[in-house]
Nanobody
């Protein structure tokens, strides 16, 4: 089992920045970690993903603005969000999975609100 605890959400004006953190505990070896988000009236979508080997994937809508990273022990994941837009307003969820997504885990979510 893996437990995920997010922090760092909040409210910011358009053009501002926020940094989200996700701390994983439990069986953390070899996990892929990612950030998803779900905006009002929208489906949950992948924002950014980083494998245990360091391969990063981003949604087109956040490329060049958001950066995913992990600490050396790979037990924490971060999402640096710059040039935020009102369209980025959503609940952001930390996600982790084992290889082939055999096991998947979700955090409780943290609200990000961007005002124009």
């Amino acid at each position: 089992q893996v437990q995920l605890v997010e922090s760092g959400g909040g409210s910011v004006q358009a053009g501002g920045s926020l940094r989200l953190s996700c701390k994983a505990s439990g069986m953390t070896f070899g996990l892929t970690m990612a950030w998803y988000r779900q905006g009002p009236g929208k489906q949950r979508e992948l924002v950014a993903e980083m494998t245990s080997d360091g391969v990063r994937t981003y949604a087109d809508s956040v490329k060049g603005r958001f950066t995913i990273s992990r600490d050396a022990a790979s037990t924490s994941a971060y999402l640096e969000m710059n040039s935020l837009e009102p369209e980025d307003t959503a609940v952001y969820y930390c996600f982790a999975c084992t290889s082939a997504r055999t096991w998947t885990f979700w955090g409780q979510g943290t609200q990000v609100t961007v005002s124009s």
